[in-house]
């Protein structure tokens, strides 16, 4: 049973999902999809503004679509698709264009930290600024209203484009009365700072991510990489302090974490012995979806099949939304 609620999201094409994207973001994601109506496509229009790349932008677009069937995403309620794969898209853009005040698009984070990095480098203001990215709202709002949804699960950041979304419907509804429901923005429960390698925010600018799918040796590699502090295996550890815990007790369960916490108070255990735990509980649970993934990268045309599928079900709601709003604003 699905409830009526429709949910929508579009992930970028720009990097393989580590593992803070996926405890962050893609798992809750996955869990939304067993209970509700549920779209999400690659925005693979949306990473044209900063990847001039195609074979990149297709890469990352098998990878991420991969990665989301392999972890178990619900494909019974969800059409997976690719943005670009519906031309419905690049005419609800345009026709959203034209009820968009300039200033609102001023007004982004993404466009106004631009503006203000180039400010303080004294370079001119829209320098390296390409419409795509200026326009990156207006694309965002019509991904959001072509297929009526209800909930967009977002990161922080990700929230005004949600309320510029909000704003241009009811912009468009106050001229040419009721047509687009207005969204809301769902922002992930925050599950904690998810350290990365050096102890910091696991993130890619950082390089210090380990990736959620990756080889078993790579993953071990990676692990045994985490930074600790010099204390000797005899001596007691503040589990709460450290990485190899904080990561630990996102994928163990609550005897698991409770028994390795005791582990780090009690002493005799080398930050050595901790990491193989650690390698070793991530291993066990990813293990079964990362054959699953190789399966699916090395045969991409069961990736583009379902794409496919994805696209099928998402064009038949955008079609419909799509025609209303050319009546209105045509005739
Ligand atoms: N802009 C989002 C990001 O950078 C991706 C995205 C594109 C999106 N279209 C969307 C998210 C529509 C939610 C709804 O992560």
């Given at each position: 049973?699905?409830?009526?609620?429709?949910?929508?999201?579009g992930?970028?094409?720009?990097?393989?999902?580590?593992?803070?994207?996926?405890?962050g973001?893609?798992k809750?994601?996955?869990?939304?999809?067993?209970?509700?109506?549920?779209?999400?496509?690659?925005?693979?229009?949306?990473?044209?503004?900063?990847?001039?790349?195609?074979?990149?932008?297709?890469q990352?677009?098998?990878?991420?679509?991969?990665?989301m069937?392999?972890?178990?995403?619900?494909?019974?309620?969800?059409a997976?698709?690719?943005q670009?794969?519906?031309?419905?898209?690049?005419?609800?853009?345009?026709?959203?264009?034209?009820?968009?005040?300039?200033?609102?698009?001023?007004?982004?984070?993404?466009?106004?930290?631009?503006?203000?990095?180039?400010?303080?480098?004294?370079?001119?203001?829209?320098?390296?600024?390409?419409?795509?990215?200026?326009?990156?709202p207006?694309?965002?709002?019509?991904?959001?209203?072509?297929?009526?949804?209800?909930?967009?699960?977002?990161?922080?950041?990700?929230?005004?484009?949600?309320?510029?979304?909000?704003?241009?419907?009811?912009?468009?509804?106050?001229?040419?009365?009721?047509?687009f429901?207005?969204?809301?923005?769902?922002?992930g429960?925050?599950?904690?700072?998810?350290?990365?390698?050096?102890?910091?925010?696991?993130?890619?600018?950082?390089?210090n991510?380990?990736p959620?799918?990756?080889?078993?040796?790579?993953?071990?590699?990676?692990?045994?990489?985490?930074?600790?502090?010099?204390?000797?295996?005899?001596?007691?550890?503040?589990?709460?302090?450290?990485?190899?815990?904080?990561?630990?007790?996102?994928f163990?369960?609550?005897?698991?974490?409770?028994?390795?916490?005791?582990?780090?108070?009690?002493?005799?255990?080398?930050?050595?012995?901790?990491?193989?735990?650690?390698?070793?509980?991530?291993?066990?649970?990813?293990?079964?979806?990362?054959?699953?993934?190789?399966?699916?990268?090395?045969?991409?045309?069961?990736?583009?099949?379902?794409?496919?599928?994805?696209?099928?079900?998402?064009?038949?709601?955008?079609?419909?939304?799509?025609?209303?709003?050319k009546?209105?604003?045509?005739?």
């Open positions: 049973m699905t409830d009526e609620k429709i949910v929508l999201t992930i970028k094409p720009t990097g393989i999902p580590h593992i803070g994207n996926y405890l973001a893609l809750s994601l996955i869990d939304m999809s067993q209970k509700y109506k549920t779209f999400i496509f690659i925005a693979d229009l949306h990473a044209l503004n900063s990847i001039h790349d195609a074979r990149e932008i297709k990352h677009t098998y990878e991420i679509a991969a990665l069937i392999a972890m178990g995403l619900n494909l019974d309620n969800t997976l698709f690719r670009s794969d519906i031309n419905e898209i690049y005419q609800l853009t345009e026709f959203l264009m034209n009820v968009t005040p300039k200033g609102l698009m001023n007004r982004a984070h993404s466009y106004k930290a631009m503006v203000e990095k180039n400010t303080e480098s004294g370079v001119d203001i829209d320098s390296g600024i390409n419409m795509g990215l200026y326009t990156y207006i694309l965002m709002a019509a991904d959001i209203l072509l297929y009526n949804s209800d909930i967009v699960p977002v990161g922080k950041d990700q929230k005004q484009h949600v309320e510029f979304a909000r704003d241009i419907a009811g912009y468009f509804n106050n001229i040419y009365g009721e047509t429901k207005l969204p809301e923005p769902v922002i429960e925050d599950c904690g700072l998810i350290p990365g390698l050096d102890g910091r925010k696991m993130s890619k600018s950082y390089d991510t380990i959620l799918l990756c080889p078993r040796n790579e993953l071990k590699k990676k692990i045994m990489r985490i930074i600790t502090d010099s204390k000797a295996p005899e001596e007691s550890k503040n589990p709460d302090e450290s990485t190899i815990f904080l990561i630990y007790k996102l163990a369960n609550t005897n698991e974490t409770a028994a390795l916490r005791k582990r780090f108070l009690d002493g005799g255990m080398g930050y050595g012995e901790a990491k193989t735990i650690l390698f070793e509980k991530i291993d066990s649970v990813l293990s079964e979806p990362r054959e699953r993934y190789e399966h699916l990268m090395a045969t991409p045309s069961e990736i583009d099949t379902i794409l496919n599928q994805g696209a099928q079900r998402a064009h038949i709601v955008a079609s419909k939304v799509l025609s209303k709003v009546k209105k604003m045509l005739g």
